[in-house]
DNA sequence: TATGTATTTAGAAAATTTTCTAAATACTAT
DNA sequence: ATAGTATTTAGAAAATTTTCTAAATACATA
C-alpha cells in the first residue's frame, strides 16, 4: 500500500471532503459528485485515487457504484504519526 | 495554518523521511542534507514547506539553523484522523 | 575588512497533478 | 434489441510541484 499514495491521496482538500462525506454514511459516484462544483469525470479521477490508496472501497449494486470509507487505512496513517510523535505504545523498528 | 498545507506537506516521501530524521534530535539544515542525494538548495525548499505547515521549527544558533519536530501539529493531525473514523472522544462539530 | 561556511532566494526546466470534453463501458428496464 | 442512467477511461490543457544552477544573504572569525 504504503504511505506515500495515502498521504498524497489526503492531500488534496477535494480527497479530504469526499472523506468527510463518507464519515457518515456510503454514497455512490453521483452522490458524491453532486456535493462538488466538478463534472463526474473529475470525481471518478479522486475516488480512484483514493480506492488505490486504500481510503475507500467500493460495492457495486444495480447500475451504482457506492463507496464507503476504510477506517482500517486511517488507523495506520495514525499509527504512522503516533510513531513519528514518539508515542511509542507500539514497537519501534530497530 | 490549515489541513490542506499540512497534508501537502505531508504527502512527499523525502519530507516524511526529514521529520523520521527530526524524531530522534534537532538537525542543520546541512545535517539534514546529507542524508539525502539533493542539493542544499532542494532540501532548504522542502524545509520551508515544512515550516509554512507548522510541522518543524527552526532556531538560529551561530552560524546554523537547527530544526525540530513540532509534535503539536502532529498531533492535530491526528485528531482529523481521529475524527475522521468516528472516534469520537473529542467533540463532533454540528 | 576580507574570507569562508551555512543557508536561502530567484528563475527556469522537467515532472506530476488536476481538470475538462468526448467517448466508452456497464448495467437496467422497456 | 433499444434506450436510458451511472460511471469510468482517454487525451489534452492548465496549474502546481519538484528539482537544479547561480546568485544573494547571514553570520563568524582571522
Known sequence: MGFAE???ALSDPVRRD???LLK???LSAGEIGSHFDMT???IS???GILKKAGLVFESRE???IYYQLNT???EEVMLWLSELKGDDSDAEKE
Open 72 to 74: 482500517s487505512v486511517v
Open 6 to 8: 495515502t498521504f498524497k
Open 18 to 20: 469526499i472523506l468527510g
Open 45 to 47: 479521477y479522486h475516488l
Open 40 to 42: 463526474g469525470a473529475t
Open 62 to 64: 444495480k447500475n451504482f
Open 24 to 26: 457518515k454514511e456510503r
